[in-house]
């Protein structure tokens, strides 16, 4: 996939993360795209925020990692400046959304010593990041894991 690709069905899986809770009572308040966060939902009172990314690479189970930016053209980013209450991984291929609270993902970054990546984006991107391994039953206990196909909502 290109750049473009890969940005434009990203948008699209924000946008029906936000239809799965907007079905169950959410509000949308904001779409954002500026590092802080990808969505702001309201329930009654409490507002949640929730950084959301698509991976289109792992292609099944065997796939291991959970690739977790951190840095981009050699500026923090990622999970180094979200503020999102939440991060939200999708898995494409797999049809699995895997939540973790920001504040317990950068708790496991902190816990565990992960292997990572340099020049993992674009060509001269510079992208780092942590490659978090889905399968070890240590790891995957951080996470809430839902098997939904996205493709459906719309």
Same mark, same amino acid.
């Given at each position: =996939? ?5 940005? *434009?069905? +990203?948008?699209?899986?924000?946008? &029906? ?6 079905? /169950? %009572?959410?509000? *949308?308040?904001? &779409? *954002?795209?500026? +590092?802080?966060?990808?969505?702001l ?5 409490? =507002? ?8 289109? $690479? ?7 990692n #959970? ?10 980013? +990622? ?12 898995f ?8 973790i ?5 950068? /708790?496991? #970054?902190?816990? !565990? ?7 993992? %984006?674009?060509? %001269?991107? /510079?992208? *780092? %990041? $942590?490659? #978090? ?7 995957? &206990? !951080? ?12």
């Open positions: =996939m290109s750049f473009w690709s890969d940005l *434009r069905k +990203g948008n699209e899986t924000e946008i &029906k993360i936000s239809f799965l809770y907007e079905n /169950n %009572g959410y509000t *949308r308040v904001e &779409k *954002r795209d500026d +590092g802080k966060y990808d969505l939902l309201q329930k009654d009172d409490i =507002m949640k925020s929730f950084e959301v990314k698509t991976d289109f $690479y792992v292609k099944s189970d065997k796939d291991e #959970i690739f977790v930016e951190y840095e981009y053209k050699n500026r923090p980013s +990622g999970i180094s400046t979200t503020e999102a209450d939440w991060w939200v991984n999708y494409y291929n797999l049809k699995e959304v895997w939540y609270t920001t504040e317990d993902l950068r /708790n496991l #970054i902190e816990e !565990y010593t992960f292997l990572t990546t340099y020049q993992s %984006g674009d060509d %001269g991107s /510079n992208t *780092r %990041g $942590y490659l #978090i391994p889905r399968n070890e039953i240590e790891i995957k &206990k !951080y996470f809430k894991v839902k098997k939904i196909d996205l493709s459906s909502i719309y």
